[in-house]
């Protein structure tokens, strides 16, 4: 039986912590699986680490996808997550239908979405419709152009608007939040606050 949604809230609220990996193909995820890791996440990464390529951008919904089959096929007790790649969530209508091919076609339990606010509404109609929605905020790299390869939210304002964001996030519905270069003490803040796992 594969790790839930409730099963990583129980060990939120009994402060018990547990790894996440990320895995692109069936011998990479039979590790993951092999070790016990309760969450394996299909990422886009695979640009970089799979494909060659300088950042997340070129990673297509298909890619994704065809990834996931794999390592669905290769994992028994893992939850599997599914990225949504670069402009794959740009409406509730186009994260609808990418998210629902992850879910059908991948197999997946679950996808993550990077950003904080303006992500918002499409987070909470996916899990209206029961897909399971992880957040991801700090360095988000598909918006490495933007902000730059750099620890996020540093000063004071910054902390604010990811403390924020993380609340709206959680209140939208997301089940756990990715937290990606940020200092470790606001990390530490934000997941004291949160009521849902960080990572």
Do not use: W
Not at 29 to 46: H, K, N, Q, T
């Amino acid at each position: 039986m594969r790790t839930t949604v409730f099963d990583l809230a129980k060990q939120k609220a009994e402060g018990r912590r547990f790894a996440m990996l990320t895995a692109y193909d069936f011998p990479s995820a039979r590790i993951a699986e092999a070790a016990g890791v309760p969450v394996v996440l299909v990422g886009d990464s695979m640009g970089n680490v799979v494909h060659g390529a300088p950042n997340t951008l070129g990673v297509t919904v298909d890619d994704i996808c065809r990834a996931c089959q794999s390592v669905v096929r290769a994992t028994e007790s893992a939850m599997v997550v599914a990225d949504m790649p670069f402009l794959s969530f740009v409406d509730e209508a186009t994260s609808i239908r990418n998210a629902g091919r992850f879910m059908t076609e991948g197999g997946v339990q679950a996808v993550k979405i990077e950003g904080g606010g303006s992500v918002v509404p499409v987070v909470r109609r996916l899990v209206e419709l029961g897909i399971p929605v992880m957040g991801h905020l700090g360095f988000t790299p598909q918006s490495a152009g933007v902000i730059g390869l750099k620890v996020q939210a540093k000063d004071a304002e910054g902390a604010r608007r990811l403390i924020e964001d993380a609340l709206a996030l959680q209140e939208a519905g997301c089940f756990s939040l990715v937290l990606e270069l940020v200092p470790a003490a606001l990390a530490a803040e934000v997941t004291r606050r949160l009521t849902i796992p960080t990572i």
